[in-house]
């Protein structure tokens, strides 16, 4: 089962992300109400306290859990933990990187790191978490690795290699790789890092 979680601020190609990934079941938060319903796109569950919905007529039409405005998880959290209990194969966090509120990107980066079977993608980039194994990439555009823990990494057949390199939270050493054969390799030895593919500017 896989399932999208629709978040601000909204990608610009939702119904070709539809289109590829194939998605049973479909989560707005909040604002992403109305930006999914005026896609013409099915909406499966409804969730926020909805304080940026403009026109909150829409949620009669809808299933939906409504917030208090006072609560411990932001509204995209809680539409995790929602998916979460479907018991899904994947979870795509869809948009949620950008706009005013610098605290809620930094959080949904940190919800690929806490919540692993999800991916998160904007109109530019994929963001998924990778622990101990070996992973192949066909990346055409940047490729970009950092630690979420203290972790032993190998890049083999990317444009900057690395061997056995530990790589810890702070490095930046993973920035703006791409790959040089494919397809590359990422060789997690120990720990969990944060993978970053952004497409090139054409």
Known sequence: MKIFIVTYPFVKNLKELINEYKPNYLIAVDSAVSFVYGENIPIDLAVGDFDTLKDKGILKTLNTIELNVMKDET????????????????IYLIGGIGGARIEHTYANLNYVKRYKKIKLITD???ISSYGIGTYEFNSNGYFSVFANTDSVISLKDFLYELDCYKLDQLSTIGISNEVKEK?????????EVLVIETKKDK
């Open 183 to 191: 397809p590359a390799k990422l060789i997690v030895h120990a720990g």
């Open 124 to 126: 530019e980039s994929v």
């Open 75 to 90: 509204d995209t959290e809680y539409a995790i933990l929602e998916a979460l209990k479907l018991k899904p194969d994947e």
